[in-house]
């Protein structure tokens, strides 16, 4: 690994426009979700404020040692994660280090902020939060499968595992591997779904329910980090999305445009449903999109 | 005398020495025990640029120890966790009695193993494998009654192993009229189809008793949860390997010779994979920790076997490097909660929690073996899992992948139980007063987290011996360097960017984080949180540990319903009821025996001829 400037400039930028965007996006949800149920909303920048807020704020306590890194282990797979994924086509600021970590490194590095912010949680010994993660855990297992099945129908069809090497091979709209392996894509988009958290797959955080579950003992520069870090990894997982299936995007427009289209499924679908049980969401995972996952399978073998 | 044969010396004359010593000068028993494993792994390190042998005539029976690359690594493993295991035993077993008979059987099993991976020639392997597994099962039945039922289950099960490495040994001897190792491969291709598969069969079940290996697997739960946690770690990390390096011989060096070996190939590479993925599900809903982590054992096992089936070089490469790791981290594991069951007196995670803040040390190295188990990056799980996949893919085993992917993703839920149970959730009352465990079982646990990190960056370092050893079992290449991977379509990993960008991550925000008002934040105890608005009492239990997966557990409640022991069982009743019957047969009076005798004996005069051929 060659350091120069247009990695330098690639480490400092990315994830500031991560953060921006995603924090821009959480607003616009917020404002979609509140004109769906026909209110006014809050400004599309509320998320931003929250999050100034939350950092300028003093914490008082803490729980520990884990409970303290947990938030930092969320961002620093959130980072990682948007470091290895190519967020603008051919660019040489923004491949960043895609070329050093493949599909499979990207599917484990995905959990490791879960994992550590699990950890964290854990060591709060708020039962809400346990009950939280274990939700967690067992839905991550629902959506992981179908999702990898995608995965692993791509990898055979284009013999690689790096993402550049399938960025190339979408050079034309036509040939998009949404277009290509449309099985796949909708084995990925469904467990996308899980991936997001919202609703009807929103158990574990439960508001009503579990009080928010695994963060509800992070208040302060805490949540303001988790925030960030959820805004950063929820940009990250939209542009590896775009990436594998929507050929990705030249420029920033273009990246704007399709990681929104992307976005506003599991958004829409959240608003209109309301919240399925731990083992009813696993269910659901593995029905319709583990089918999908295998004939997506099945046309790439025969 | 050169190295193997001060290795099998200094083992076995040191554990009759340990026997004698416990009673005539207990103190330095344990001494004496620590000083012959460093001594065996000094000359196992000695004996890898020696390139020992040793040959043993015994009435035209050739005995052979020899190293090679592939009994180099296993020996290293060996040697390495035999000297920490011993090291962490000297405070964990201070307390218990019979440690002469425990320091005794712990230094057979270690002397069992050195012999089997430096045999060149199949009887002196039976006669260490035997050693071996008696060791074992002494070491099992050690704590107490209870281990009865449970070390005649291993019992039977090592027995129906060895009965099958027995018959395919006397199938060898009696076809090539030779017990050599070599001469044995280099006839193998002459055997016809059926022999060349029986033997494999057998060998591979024989082997595949020790590895547990499903359904050969459920005399591992108990064994690994009533032996000594010094002893489980060596027990679930070497000594079940001795099956895993039987395997890897028999498939590269025999069976890669027979017409059927891609048959064999894709059963043993199922099996594995229905191994990992049904001992991950059961491992996810045990309540002690020992034996999650015997269930999470045998899952892992599976993994290796894939990896050994599968049979292309990125594979293999990911099954041996897995072994080795699998020894650091389940001996980590093992270890941890050995210390937690050292200072608590039990393993059991519903009534223990919140130990992080009593036992920090213990806290990192099972922090650091979860990881390492899970697979995620930047420790030394990760290149394993990695290589595992991608062999898995381009050798275009699609489902055998997901159901792979699906195993390692769930053993996050058992993995996440196992740590929280035990370090993190409430701090309880009744665990005030516990402390970190002794120095000297701290110090072997840190020595393997530190490892795994290491292997973690730079897996090239256990990569070279590894594709010596490969080299040794077939001619399988692959590409690699000291911290970059490379799959079979070139694409890559590279660990050192991968931990340079976690880790400057990590600590550019940890520190932020931590300096931006520090001082201010003052700890408050787990009963200080948020409980919408009402206010826990002192006695108030707010631990959420009992049936911690139910949601997930009712989601998969079809699959956990049949069990393979069930089965057993069942197989077990009926058989002792048709042993009522033969209770007819032996009347326990004399008469009745004598009259049997003659009656045999008149059976054998009249079909004298049919049986023998000759005419009386």
């Not at chain 1, 809400?128 to 055979?156: C, T």
């Not at chain 2, 290293?76 to 009695?97: E, N, P, Q």
Request: overall charge neutral.
């Amino acid at each position: 690994m060659e350091i120069n400037w247009s990695t330098i400039l690639g480490i400092i930028f990315t994830p500031i426009i991560a953060f921006i965007v995603g924090v821009t996006y959480g607003g616009l949800t917020r404002v979609i979700t509140a004109r769906v149920q026909n209110r006014y909303g809050p400004p599309i920048f509320q998320n931003l404020l929250d999050i100034i807020k939350l950092y300028s704020k003093e914490s008082n306590i803490n729980h520990g040692v884990m409970q303290h890194l947990g938030p930092v282990f969320a961002i620093t797979a959130s980072v990682t994660t948007l470091f290895f994924v190519p967020v603008i086509k051919d660019s040489t600021v923004f491949t960043n280090f895609s070329f050093h970590g493949d599909l499979i490194f990207l599917l484990y590095i995905m959990v490791f902020g879960s994992l550590g912010m699990a950890l964290g949680a854990g060591q709060t010994g708020n039962p809400n939060s346990a009950i939280g993660v274990s939700r967690g855990l067992s839905q991550l297992v629902g959506y992981e499968v179908p999702f990898v099945m995608a995965l692993v129908a791509i990898m055979i069809q284009f013999q690689t595992t790096n993402l550049n090497d399938l960025l190339a091979v979408q050079d034309h709209f036509t040939k998009w591997i949404i277009f290509q392996s449309p099985f796949a894509f909708l084995a990925a988009i469904l467990a996308f779904l899980g991936m997001m958290g919202y609703a009807p797959f929103d158990v574990v955080i439960a508001p009503a329910e579990i009080a928010s579950g695994p963060p509800s003992e992070f208040g302060g520069k805490y949540l303001g980090l988790m925030l960030t870090s959820r805004s950063i990894f929820t940009f990250a997982k939209l542009v590896l999305f775009t990436d594998i299936f929507l050929g990705g995007a030249s420029d920033f427009i273009t990246l704007l445009i399709k990681t929104f289209i992307l976005y506003m499924i599991p958004v829409l679908t959240g608003i209109v449903f309301p919240r399925y049980r731990t083992e009813q969401s696993i269910r659901f995972f593995w029905s319709w999109p583990l089918f999908f996952g295998i004939i997506a399978i099945l046309v790439v073998v025969f | 005398m050169n190295s193997i044969e001060y290795i099998l010396f200094i083992t076995f004359i040191g554990a009759g020495l340990t026997f004698i010593v416990h009673h005539a000068l207990p103190k330095l028993r344990d001494t004496l025990a620590i000083l012959v494993s460093a001594l065996d792994l000094y000359f196992v390190i000695q004996a890898i640029s020696e390139k020992s042998k040793v040959v043993l005539s015994i009435a035209d029976f050739h005995l052979i120890w020899k190293t090679t690359p592939y009994n180099n690594l296993f020996a290293v493993l060996i040697a390495v966790l035999g000297f920490l295991t011993i090291l962490y035993a000297h405070d964990f077993m201070s307390s218990k009695d019979r440690l002469g008979y425990f320091y005794m059987n712990f230094l057979f099993a270690l002397g069992g193993m050195y012999g089997i991976v430096y045999s060149q020639d199949f009887i002196s392997l039976f006669f260490f494998w035997e050693i071996m597994t008696w060791a074992s099962f002494l070491l099992v039945i050690y704590c107490c009654k209870d281990a009865q039922p449970i070390g005649l289950k291993y019992f039977v099960f090592s027995a129906i192993g060895a009965y099958s490495l027995l018959i395919a040994i006397v199938m060898l001897y009696s076809l090539s009229g030779n017990l050599e190792l070599t001469n044995l491969i280099s006839n193998f291709s002459n055997f016809s189809v059926s022999n060349q598969l029986i033997v494999v069969t057998l060998l591979l079940l024989g082997f595949g008793v020790k590895s547990a290996i499903m359904p050969l697997h459920v005399w591992a739960p108990g064994a690994y949860f009533i032996s000594p946690s010094p002893f489980t770690a060596l027990f679930s990390g070497a000594l079940s390997k001795m099956g895993i390096f039987g395997i890897g011989l028999v498939l590269f060096k025999f069976a890669a010779q027979s017409g059927y070996f891609s048959y064999v190939q894709i059963i043993l590479a199922w099996i594995g994979g229905i191994t990992a993925l049904l001992a991950t599900f059961y491992a996810i809903f045990q309540t002690d920790a020992k034996k999650l982590l015997a269930y999470s054992s045998i899952g892992q096992l599976g993994y290796i076997i894939i990896g050994l089936a599968i049979g292309t070089p990125l594979s293999i490469a990911s099954a041996l490097f897995l072994t080795i790791l699998h020894a650091a981290f389940k001996a980590m594991l093992f270890m941890a909660t050995g210390a937690v069951y050292f200072r608590t007196g039990t393993t059991d995670m519903n009534s223990v929690s919140g130990l992080i803040r009593k036992m920090p040390f213990s806290f990192i190295t099972a922090l650091f073996g979860i990881i390492t188990v899970s697979g995620v990056p930047p420790l030394g799980g990760f290149a394993a899992k990695w290589m595992l996949y991608e062999s898995l893919i381009q050798s275009r085993h699609y489902f055998l992948v997901i159901v792979v992917f699906a195993a390692s993703t769930a053993a996050f839920l058992y993995l996440y139980r196992f740590i929280f149970s035990l370090f993190l959730g409430q701090e309880e009352k009744e665990w005030e007063d516990v402390k970190e465990a002794p120095l000297l079982m701290v110090i072997p646990m840190l020595i393997l987290s530190a490892f795994v990190l290491v292997v973690g960056v730079f897996p090239g370092l256990i990569l070279d011996p590894i594709s010596q050893s490969m080299n040794y079992l077939g001619n399988f290449n692959f590409n690699y360097e000291t911290s970059v991977l490379f799959n079979e379509w070139g694409n890559q990993v590279d660990m050192q960017t991968v931990v340079n960008t976690i880790g400057a991550v990590f600590l550019i925000v940890g520190l932020i984080i931590t300096f931006k008002g520090f001082k201010k934040t003052r700890y408050v105890s787990t009963k200080d949180i948020h409980t919408s608005g009402e206010i826990p009492q002192e006695n108030e239990n707010l631990t959420y540990a009992v049936d911690f997966y139910k949601p997930f557990e009712r989601a998969i409640a079809p699959i956990l319903k049949s069990s393979i022991d069930k089965i057993y069982t069942g197989i077990a009743n009926n058989l002792e009821q048709a042993f009522d019957y033969l209770r007819y047969v032996y009347t326990g009076n004399g008469q009745t025996y004598a009259m049997y005798v003659v009656f045999f004996l008149s059976l054998l005069i009249l079909f004298a001829e049919l049986i023998f051929g000759i005419n009386l």
